[in-house]
């Protein structure tokens, strides 16, 4: 339970494990939809012919042509097209620092424990909302690099690295 007060100079991977089950309780998505529209002024590669049906308006010049909704046309006998609400995944990215510096702490547990928790509470957060989940976990001398990816095997690497690095801590700056 993440409710419990976390303990200890080290993780352990059995810890990381068991707060699989705390994650269920955490809403990592917004409850409310946003209502705006995120503008700018670089255009993307990707052209937002998403699957999700959203209305049906006149046909505009400029608009794809493939889009046109050609029952509509027919039946008011003037050109509508469809469209559709684009898609995007959005990766969780953790990122975890397990330097040196990341090793103090109070009476209760490490600075750098604490990252670990944390971390592995939004990983099994964002797997259980069906998100792709990828890691940069960083020690004094090394990284690893974990691309993100929607699986448990993804996320059990990211935890063998954060108690890997944790392991290797011995004493702060």
């Known amino acids: 339970d993440f409710r419990q007060p976390v303990q200890g100079a080290y993780v352990s991977l059995e810890q990381l494990l ?19 529209q995120p503008n700018g002024g670089v255009r993307t590669r990707f052209r937002g012919r998403g699957m999700e049906f959203e209305e049906v308006r006149h046909y505009q010049a400029g608009d794809d042509i493939r889009s046109i909704d050609w029952r509509v046309t027919a039946r008011t006998q003037i050109p509508h ?24 702490g109070s009476q209760h547990c490490f600075k750098s424990v604490l990252a670990a928790h944390v971390a592995a509470l939004m990983g099994w957060a964002a797997l259980n909302n069906n998100d792709r989940v990828g890691a940069l976990v960083f020690g004094d001398t090394e990284a690893s690099d974990i691309r993100p990816k929607r699986s448990r095997h993804t996320l059990l690497s990211i935890l063998r690295a954060a108690q890997t690095f944790n392991g290797q801590l011995s004493s702060p700056l």
Request: positive net charge; without cysteine; glycine residues 0%.
């Open 81 to 104: 097209t469809k469209l559709f609400r684009e898609e995007r995944e959005r990766p969780v990215i953790i990122m975890l620092d397990q330097r040196a510096s990341m090793f103090f």
């Open 18 to 36: 068991a707060l699989r089950f705390a994650a269920q309780e955490l809403q990592i998505t917004p409850k409310k939809q946003s209502r705006s």
